[in-house]
Each structure stands twice: as C-alpha cells, then as structure tokens.
C-alpha cells in the first residue's frame, strides 16, 4: 500500500501540470501526450453580436431622355419618339450601417477555424448628384446576410480571419427633387414612380478582435436589381399626347425625361462589432 501510494504522489508531482481543470483551461498534456479538451473558449466563439459602422461608396445616377418631333400626312399630325443614350454619372456617397445576428464558431482544436455568421441589416448611403451637385438621394438597403467566417488565427485572446458572405435586401430611395420626377414622368404620360427595389449582394471582409471587441473592413457590392427606377410609360398617337407633344415643341421642349435609375455601386465598410 506505502508503495502505490508513493507511485501515485511520484506521478502526480511529475505531471502536476498536466492535471488542469480541463473544463476551463483547454489543452492539457498527460504522460506527455497532448489532450484537447472539447470546450475550449477561444476567442472568436459562438456568440450574439451587435454592429455598428461607417460606409463609403458611390452612387451610380442614370438616365435617358425621350427624344421629340413632328410629322404629317394627309389626315393628322403624328410624332415619332426615340430615347437617348443613357447617361451614366457616378457620385461619392457616405453612410453608416447597423446588424445584429448570431455567429457560430467552432470550439474544437480542429473545428475554430471555422463558422457561420447570419443576422440583419440596415445601410444607409446619402450622396449629392446633378451637374451643381445641389440635389440629394438617400438610399436605404435593408434584409438579411449570411457569412461563412474563416479564420486565420484564434487564439485564447486574440483572432483575425476572413469573411465571405451574401445578402438579400430591400432598398427604398428618397430624392429632394422627388416631386420633379413625379411631375415630368408619371403627370405628363401617366408614367409610374417606383422607389422601391430589391438586390442581391456580395460581401467580402477581414474581421480581427478578441472576445468581446470585434472590428472588420470590407466591401459590399450590390450584383442585381429588380425595379429600382422612375420610368414614363409608352407613350402613343393619340390625339391627348399628340396636343401635349405640340405643346411641348411650341416652347421649345424636345427632349423629355424618360427613365431615372439610381444605384449603389459599392460601399467600402469599417465595422465594430460587440459579441454577447
């Protein structure tokens, strides 16, 4: 019995560091033999987060106009219409957006490299356009994102790493001179106004932190859009816009605002991000 009991005192004395609360400490060794423990708290981890972070981007203004003029024949005056180039101007823009969501990141030696992040959003982009540049545009991009997070590093303080994501949103614009396209497009040839839109979205970032304070810079850029735009409707030779044409060309009108489209081209992110 002395003697178990002077191997066991001899063991422990020789291995006392290996006999570490594996419930909190991580890896151990025992008998020289590395031993992960599996809930090891690394600092990239599962966890609820709330985001908060500045933008900078460009906003992508287009337009075409419809192009007038007169004909006659024997039995009435008639028009013809054709639209111009559209014309394409890009603008600086400034913002800010919000997200909140859950991320999942592995706790295993093997798995912490990895994870899945999906919340929601809200940017907010605002730029000034037109040749002064004295009219505004706001533009409001809102939905849901999911990101697969790889990471380079996560230690027990400290992690960087990648993300790579996408995004389902809405968007909604908001124009100070809204009440000129409503007259000039939907009040001339009961053309419609359609500040609402949808996109899909690519987001590419680097995120790096600990376990509480979180930062990452990136980009956003929008791949698709479904209507987002203020457009006049086919115009045809009936006798109530042939008057409106003459009328027109009478003050020396030929070209008209056709179709208006407004678009963010990217944006450029520096986020913070507080982890639950």
């Known amino acids: 019995m002395k003697r178990a009991l002077c191997l066991i005192l001899r063991l422990y004395a020789l291995n006392a560091e290996s006999f570490k609360d594996v419930l909190t400490k991580g890896d151990y ?18 966890a609820f987060y709330l985001g908060l972070g500045y933008q900078l981007g460009s906003i ?17 005056i008639i028009f013809s219409d ?48 037109g040749s002064q ?20 590093y996560n230690g027990d303080k400290f992690f960087a790493g990648f993300n790579l994501g996408i995004a389902f ?27 609402n839109g949808f996109q899909f979205l690519v987001d590419l970032g680097v995120r790096l932190g600990n376990k509480r304070n979180q930062f990452g810079f990136g980009i956003k850029i929008p791949t698709y859009y479904f209507n987002h735009y203020y457009s006049m409707n086919n115009i045809s030779n009936n006798s109530e816009n042939v008057l409106k044409v003459l009328r027109f ?16 081209n990217y944006s450029v992110y520096f986020n913070y991000t507080y982890s639950f």
Do not use: C
Not at 60 to 76: E, G, P, T, V
């Open 29 to 46: 060794t025992f008998f020289n033999k590395k031993v992960v423990s599996p809930i090891k708290r690394y600092a990239d981890r599962s």
């Open 60 to 76: 992508q203004h287009n337009s075409s106009n419809l192009n007038l003029s007169q004909r006659f024949n024997k039995s009435q």
């Open 82 to 129: 054709s639209l111009s180039p559209v014309f394409k101007n890009s603008y600086v823009s400034n913002g800010l957006g919000v997200q909140v969501g859950y991320k999942w990141v592995g706790k295993h030696e093997e798995t912490k490299w990895f994870g899945f992040r999906w919340g929601l959003f809200y940017d907010l982009s605002a730029s000034l356009y």
């Open 133 to 152: 540049e004295s009219q505004s545009v706001i533009i409001s991009t809102y939905g849901t994102s999911m990101d697969l997070l790889l990471n380079a």
């Open 169 to 195: 949103a809405g968007v909604y614009d908001r124009l100070s001179d809204a009440l000129l396209y409503q007259t000039l497009l939907q009040n001339t040839f009961g053309g419609k106004v359609n500040s």
């Open 249 to 264: 060309l009478e003050y020396g009108i030929n070209s008209l605002l056709y179709q208006v489209d407004f678009r963010r």
